[in-house]
């Protein structure tokens, strides 16, 4: 009888090793998106930023917006994650120097979000759709969704 057991436990495990495999990981859902003007946010739950610009999200709209604050004619963005929902994202602000624009999201309530001014990029070298192509970032914040 244990012998039995322990042969059927070992091929339980062997299985379960099997479709470790075959069962693909669950990726995070990345998600890029062009700000557009919205209104001003009303307040500030997390906050990036530096002298190129600064980025916010404000959980009464699930709101991200990014400001650009050098005249230097490159975009800004802000990049944001939420781990527990599997999505991260860049939202990209092309409206140049002042520009106030903002990324519309919607994520269900209580879940970690992390926002970083993800810094400058030259539009004209680079498709800027990716953090690894902007510079002179700024440390993460983060707050509840």
């Known amino acids: 009888m244990k012998l ?17 495999f075959v069962t693909p990981a669950s990726a995070d859902t990345y998600e890029y998106q062009i700000a557009v003007q919205g209104d001003f946010w009303a307040y500030e739950n997390a906050y990036s930023g530096n002298d190129y610009g600064h980025a916010v ?3 009464g709209g699930d709101e991200i917006y990014i400001q650009d604050d050098k005249k230097d004619g490159m975009r800004v963005a802000a990049f944001w994650s939420v781990p527990s929902l ?16 903002e990324c519309n999201k919607s994520f269900a309530e209580g879940h970690r979000i992390y926002i970083k001014f993800a810094g400058r990029c030259d539009g004209a070298v680079s498709s800027c759709r990716y953090l690894s192509q902007y510079s002179n970032g700024a440390a993460t914040d983060s707050t509840l969704t």
């Open 57 to 59: 999200y404000e959980d």
């Open 4 to 20: 039995s057991r322990r042969i059927l436990a070992t091929l339980a495990l062997a299985f379960a090793g099997l479709l470790a």
């Open 86 to 101: 599997n999505r991260t994202g860049l939202c990209v602000n092309t409206g140049g120097y002042m520009a106030l624009h």
